[in-house]
């Protein structure tokens, strides 16, 4: 196993080279692109480290030709703070790991360690099945004697897209988390897809009307205003947004049940809450999926409540790409049965 480094940096290059010493794998530096697509052609890579502050350079292409290749290969993104401390939680949670520059040693070891136990259960995952099914492979071609040249080629054909179906999918999952790791600004990968939809519900008319003049910069589109918790809960039943501004004093229902109410419609909806409105502890929150992954930001601009907007679009894009995943593992489960049905009628007169 070898270790990939693109950057220019002498500083970065030079404290990587101490820091992986103790890995006591080779370490291959290249500063090109000619040099990296050589290098991932003709060397396999257990780490990769991956500079993407340099603007000459598409480093997200490399990156991605990079795991098309060798998927189990662990990418290290390494660049500047990014604005949004949401889309680094994005980077890391969903994808391969977001080191920030200056590299922190005791940061870049637990990193390092993290994602060789991740490759090693990955890999061995793998073996596992393709050992599971080539062991069923030789024997349902035992069993299958009685049958013709023709049958038995139909069969084998058969047995091997069986194993090329299960590590297509493990591979589609892994492209869905290379994709969304590889977004170093998700707002702007998630502006080619679509125009999000949402909701703002404040009893005050000005932020409402404030937030309606933000539509073309977060590429939003507000179709409901609302002041009440009872108004959203009667348009939930019809249908819902992709994000959901609300303010946390409604005049009738507690901002929480109607959030709760929400995420039981839609769970992949992103739900900004907006507190203590016009008061100088304001703040907004976008909630995590789960308890303690909610992004909270306190309000002293209104950049601070476009930062936490943004967030909510990369979250939404997130969504967007587990939708294409689901999708295309249906597609192949279905192509899979139709296969499994066509032998399954070859073997019902099996004699064992």
Known sequence: MSILLFDRDPSVIHFLRQELKLLQMPLQEVRTTSAFKDAVQNTHFALAFVDIDDRQVDTGALATSLHALQPECQIFLMGRELPIAQTLQLLRRMGHEYLVKPLDAAELE???????????????????????LKALQQEQLRRSNHLGAEERRELRDFLESALQTFVRIERQNVELQQRVAMMEDPLQASKSNRLL????????????SGMLGLQDRLQMRFEAQMSTGGEILDRLGQESPDVLVIG????????????????SNRATMAIVVVKRWGEPDMSAELLGQRDGDSLVRPLRSAEDLVAVLEAARARCAASDLGREFFKRFSDTHSQFLEGYRSVRQLLEDDPA
């Open 197 to 208: 939809t949402a909701w703002i519900a404040h009893p005050d008319p000005r932020f409402s």
């Open 248 to 263: 946390d004093m409604l005049p009738d229902i507690p901002a929480e049940l109607v959030t709760e109410s929400a995420r």
């Open 110 to 132: 637990e990193a390092v360690a993290t994602r060789l136990r991740r490759r090693d259960r990955v890999i061995k995952q793998r073996q596992r099945l393709e050992a599971e």
